[in-house]
């Protein structure tokens, strides 16, 4: 039905009118009351995207803050790691001057070594050399001892 439906009534034949009547309603109540809806509508749907745009607001603030801490911590982490890779250089660095002289140590310490294991093998030699000959005389005076004193020749003879 149409608004002009709602306002008048027809009058049928043989109620014996034939003419129009208005409804005793007045139009401008339901003007009222359907303004009244309209603007209560575009007040919720003005708070519901009013309230989305606060808790989206907050939630970007949010966003963005932990955003900044956490570009704040890369740095820092950024920072730590080119110190840390300085002091690793640096660590390297010692490490392979103390291997260098480590191994110059070590060569000098081989190289003496041998000097001293030919001295010894010298002296080894020259020490049997001498050994051998001290033991020849103590036999030889033995034997000497055993002849004079003992009067023993086979026993002087053994030593």
């Known amino acids: 039905m149409t608004e002009h439906d709602k306002t008048t009534e027809t009058v049928t034949p043989e ?3 034939e ?3 208005p409804k005793t309603k007045p139009s401008s109540e339901q003007k009222r009351s359907g303004l009244i809806g309209g603007v209560i509508a575009i007040a919720i749907i003005i708070a519901i995207g009013g309230g989305l745009y606060y808790f989206t ?3 970007n603030a949010t966003l963005v803050n932990e955003n900044n801490e956490l570009k704040q911590k890369l740095s820092d982490l950024i920072e730590q790691q080119n110190s840390d890779r300085q002091r690793l250089d640096a660590l390297i660095a010692a490490n392979a001057e103390i291997k260098s002289h480590s ?3 070590e060569e000098n310490l081989n190289r003496r070594m041998q000097e001293l294991q030919a001295h010894v093998t010298a002296l080894s030699s020259a020490d049997v050399k001498s050994w051998l000959l001290a033991q020849a005389d103590f036999m030889v005076k033995m034997a000497g001892r055993k002849l004079w004193n003992d009067r023993d020749p086979v026993t002087a003879a053994v030593l």
């Open 15 to 17: 109620a014996g009118a």
């Open 19 to 21: 003419q129009q009547r």
């Open 57 to 59: 607001q907050q939630s």
């Open 103 to 105: 191994r110059e140590y």
